[in-house]
C-alpha cells in the first residue's frame, strides 16, 4: 500500500509515520510511505503512484491543502483524504469537508488520539 | 398494623384459653377413666362371685349328670349335625322328643333349679321359693343376671369356636318384658343347641380352670353385658364344663354415661369462661401496648407530634418512653429532610429546565418539518416554527449562509467522519438572541437520517440542547485543565521524535530571530524577504504548536497576520506594520527557548529524553526507570523529585524485580499521595520525593525504595518490620480506596511472593514522614 503524507513541517510527517508504524508494527513493512513538503510536489508524486491515503496538511506553500483536494476531486478520485491542520473554526473545516475531505484530525497531535481517528483506514485496508 | 395488634391479642387469648381448658380436659378424661375402670372391676368381681357361687351350688351327682350328658349329646350324630363353618347359628342335634325326654328327667330339673336360683340372687331379693317355675318373675327389677347356663367342653375339644348348651335356667319360651312377643333375647337356649364363641379369651382361660370374665362390654339390642365363664370341675378337678353368666352391665353403663355427659356439660362451660377470661386478661395486659402501637401508626402517617402517656413504671412505660424519644427525634429528622429534598428538587427541576432539548428535522432545501419537540418553541422563542427556512433563524448573514453550506455537505452523501463533521458544524456552540429577545446558549447537533430503502439522506435532525444554565463554572475549570494536560500529553508524545528533529527546532528558532531581525532593518525594501520570513513563521508556528509551546504558537499565527497584510498590502500602513511585527518579534524571543531550557523543561514532565547515543545497560535501566516514575508522577499531576541510581552489578537483580517495583509504584501513587496542605502539616517539600537505589555488597544485591508520602496505616510508625509478617498478621489497604491500579492488598502479597521466590527478603519501615522497602536478594 503507497501512502502519501504531506505536509511543510518535517517534524509533523516524522510523527504521522511514527504513529503509524508503532501502531501497526510489523504491518507497516506494507506500508511504502511518501513525503511531500507542498501541494505541487505531493500532487507529482500522487499523479505517478497508486495512493491509497492522504494526510494534508492545510496550509502549505505553493499549493494549499484544500486546493490540492479540489484538483484530486475534480477528476472523480475517491481516495481517503486525512486533513491534519491547527486550523479550528468551523468555517474553513466547512470549506475542507465541501471541498471532499473525508476525516479531520486537529493539530498539535497526539499518538493515541491520532490512531483512534485514521486506525480505521488502515483496517479497512487489512493492516 | 392494627390487625397484627389484634393477632397478637388473639394468640395470647387463645394460649390462656388452650391452658384452661386443657387443665379442665384432661382432669375430666382422668376423672372418668378412674371411674369407669373402678365400675369395671367391681363388676368383674360381681360376676366371678356369682359364677363361684354358681359352681358351689352343683354337688358331684349334677356334675356328674352333666357329663354324662355332654357325652350323649357329643355323640356322632350330634358332631356330625354341625355344617362345616357355620359360626353362631343355632343349631339343635336333638330332636324335640329326645330333648323333652332328657328334660323331664329329675336330675336335670335339680340343675335347671339351682341356675334359677342363682339368677335370682342377683335381683334385689333371693327367690324362696321351694320350685322356681320358668315364668317366675322376680319381685321390683329384673334380676342382673340375664341368663345362665352350663356348657359342655366335649365340643368345644373338636371345634374350638363353639360351645354346647347342656342345661339352661329355662326350658319354655317366656315374653319376659311382656311386650306380647318373643324378643331375640328371650329366645330359649335348647339342650344340644351350638353357640359360636364370642368370647374366645375368656373361654380358654376358663377351660384352663380359671374365673374369667370377657375383658369388653357387648352390645346388643337389648342392652349391654359382660359375660362370666367359671369352670366346673369333677372329682379329680378336670374342668369337664363350664358356668355361663350373662350379667347385665346397663345400670353401671348408664352411671358412666351420665358421667360422660355431665363432663361435656362442664368442657363446655369452661370454653365459654375459658373464652372470657383470656380475652379479657389480654385486653388488660395489652392495654398499655396498644398505645405505644397506635403511636406507631401515628408516626407512620408522618405525625411526630404524638407523645404515650407514661404513667405506670413497669417496662411497658420504658418502652413508651422510648418511643417518645424516637418520635421527637424523626420529627426533627424529617423536617430536616424535607428542607433538603425541596431544595434539592428545585436544583434538579431546573437543571432538567436547562436541560430540555429542542428537537427537529430539516429537509434536503433547509426547510424545518412540520414535527418538532414542544421545548423547541421555547428555546427560539416563536409560536410556529415549521415551513422555515432552519437558516433565516439566524440574524446574522455569515452565520446564516454557513449554516445553508453545512446542510448542503451534510447532504452531499460523502463520507465524511463524525468528528470531522462535527468540527465543521457552524452551530457547534453559539450564542442567540431569540425572537423573544432572550440571550440563550445553544448547542446544536446534526445527524443525518437515511431512507430505509435507498440508503440516502432525506432528512437532518438537528437537536437543539440549551446550556444557558448548564454552563457553570465547574464546567469551565475542568475544561482549563483538560487543556493544560493535553499541553502535557503534547510534550510526552514529542519524546517520540529523534533528537535531530529537535536540534532542528533549535535551529530553526535561531534562524527565525535571526532573519526577523533583518527583515526589520530593512522593512518594506524587498518583498522577497517578507515571504521568506512568513513562510518561515509559519513553518515554525507548527512545530511550537506540536512541541507544545502554545503562547510561542499564538505570537507566531499573530505575527503571520500582519506578515500576511505586509505582502498583499491590507488596510494598515506600513509604519503601523512595521511596529506590529517588531513588537511580535521581540515578544517571540522572549519565549524561544534555548535547547538547554527544552531539555529541562522535558525533564521536568517527562523525565530523561530518550537519546540515541550509546550507553550501558545499566544507565539505560536507570534512565529507564527514571521515565517510568516521572510519567508516573506526570499521569497523577504530581510534582516529585526522583532519584534513580543503581551501582555496579545490580543490572540482573533489578530486572528480576522488575514487577515489584512496579507495584511500589503502583502502591505510592494509588495510596500514598496527599494533597499539599497534608504535607505542608507534616512538614514536607511540596514535590513528592522518591528515590529507587540498588547496591552490590558482598553476595547480595539490595534494592531500596523510599517515598515520602503518606505512610502506610495500621503499621506501627518507624519499625523495621518484614513484609512477610505483615502479610501473615494480615494487612489491610491503608485507604478504602480500590482502584484499577491499587489497593486490594494483592501488590504486597505479590512483592514478597516473588521476593521469596528469588530467596530474597523484604523489610518495609513506615512512618508519616517516609516509607521505605528494603529488599535483599542474592546474586
Known sequence: MQLLIVDDSELMRTIVEQVIRENLKEAADRIEFFHAANGRDAMEIFQKNDIRLVFLDWNMPVLDGVEFVREIRSTGNKVPIVMITSVTDSERILQAAAAGVNSYVEKPIRGPQLWDQIGMFFRNAGL | MLGKLFNFRFRLAAAIFLVAVGATVTSLIYYYQMTSAQIWSQMVSRVKDFGKLGVTLLTPADIKYLQTLDSTLNSARGAAALPPGVKGAVISALSEEEKTAIIRTTAYQIIVQKLRRLRFASGKSAAHETILSADHVAEGNEPQIHRVWISGVKMHEITPM??????????????????????????LYRIGDIFAVKQQFAVSAALNGEVAVSNS???????????GYTPIRDAMGRVVALLVIDFSAATEFDALFRLKVTGYYIIVGVLL?????????????????????????????????????????????????????????????STQMERRIAARTREISEM??????????????????AEYSAATLTIFGVKEIAHRRF???????????AVDRYIEVCFSGQDISAPMLEKANPLRQVTYRNAQGEVRHLRFSFRPLAGETDG?????????????????????????????????????????????????????????????KQLIGAFGSDRNLLTAFASKTHALKGNALQLGFIPLAERLHELEDYLAQAINGGENDSRFLRHEISRLINACEGLIVGREKLVARIRELVGEPEQHSEKTELEQLRLFWLNQINRKAAEYSVPAGVEVSFGAGTEQAVQSLHNVIVQLLRNTFAHGLENAEERLERGKPQSLSISLTAIHAGDCVELTYRQDGRGIAGLPSGQTIPLQDI?????????????????RGLGMEYIASTVAALRGTVTVTTSDQETVFRIAVPV
Open chain 2, 217 to 227: 362390654y357387648r352390645t346388643e339390642t337389648s342392652g349391654v353385658f359382660i359375660a
Open chain 2, 273 to 333: 369462661l375459658a373464652v372470657m377470661v383470656a380475652s379479657a386478661t389480654s385486653k388488660l395486659l395489652l392495654k398499655p401496648l396498644e398505645a405505644i402501637q397506635k403511636a406507631a401508626i401515628r408516626i407512620g402517617q408522618r405525625d411526630f407530634s404524638v407523645r404515650i402517656e407514661t404513667g405506670s413504671s413497669d417496662e411497658l412505660s420504658d418502652l413508651a418512653y422510648a418511643m417518645n424519644l424516637m418520635a421527637q427525634e424523626l420529627g426533627e429528622y
Open chain 2, 162 to 187: 363353639h360351645l354346647r348348651v347342656l342345661a339352661a335356667d329355662e326350658f319354655e319360651e317366656i315374653d319376659r318384658d311382656n311386650n306380647g312377643r318373643i324378643d331375640p333375647h328371650e329366645k
Open chain 2, 352 to 369: 432538567l429546565e436547562a436541560l430540555e432539548q429542542g428537537v427537529l428535522t430539516i429537509d434536503r432545501g433547509g426547510i424545518i418539518q
Open chain 2, 391 to 401: 437558516s433565516e433563524l439566524f440574524s446574522d448573514e455569515k452565520l446564516s449562509s
Open chain 2, 456 to 516: 440516502e439522506v432525506h432528512r437532518l435532525l438537528v437537536t437543539v440542547v440549551d446550556e444557558t444554565y448548564g454552563v457553570t463554572l465547574q464546567e469551565k475549570i475542568s475544561l482549563a485543565e483538560a487543556a493544560k494536560r493535553a499541553e502535557f500529553d503534547a510534550i510526552i508524545n514529542m519524546m517520540r521524535v529523534p533528537a535531530s528533529i529537535l536540534d532542528a527546532f533549535m535551529v530553526q528558532q535561531k534562524e527565525f530571530l535571526r532573519d526577523g
Open chain 2, 727 to 743: 502479610l501473615q498478621k494480615g494487612l489491610t489497604s491503608a485507604h478504602k480506596s480500590a482502584t484499577l491500579e491499587a489497593g
